[in-house]
């Protein structure tokens, strides 16, 4: 037997209830239904999850320059990359958009940390051998 939605109106795929149809979740038992719930609802019919790798990697991205210099961000790629490679397995395009941000962020932040690294660098090294400080065959050019 097959169920008909009334006009206007959700059928919960959980436990069968008719809901509004702008309802995000159930009336009956609070299981995501609607046009969000291709979000939440488990591929394999499991339950229902939130992936919020994809927000945690970009998050870990950019706090974590400020707070652990180079490791933050690449952290924070290789959580994108994980996240990425479980969204296309899903094939769950949901939060593709944090994951490539995340990305994309974190490699920026990785390459101009690598410049300012080198030029830091070329700044202490020639500071160094023009004032002498080296102290080797170098200081008395």
């Known amino acids: 037997m097959e169920v008909i939605n ?31 719930s291709r979000y939440y609802r488990d591929p394999a019919g499991q339950g229902y999850y939130f992936d919020g790798l994809p927000l945690i990697s970009l998050l870990v991205t950019i706090f974590g320059f400020f707070v652990a210099g180079f490791i933050g961000p690449l952290v924070g790629v290789i959580l994108a990359h994980i996240s990425l490679r ?25 390459v101009i940390g690598l410049i300012l690294l080198i030029a830091l660098g070329v700044f202490v090294g020639t500071a160094l051998f023009h004032q002498g400080w080296t102290g080797g065959p170098w200081s008395n050019m």
Not at 6 to 29: M, Q, V, W, Y
Request: net charge positive.
């Open 6 to 36: 009334p006009p206007g109106s959700l059928i919960c795929p959980h436990c069968g209830n008719t809901n509004h149809e702008k309802a995000f979740f159930c009336s009956n038992c609070g299981a995501p239904i609607g046009s969000k």
């Open 86 to 110: 479980r969204i296309s397995r899903r094939n769950d395009n949901a939060n593709r958009g944090l994951a490539v941000a995340s990305l994309v962020i974190g490699y920026l932040m990785l």
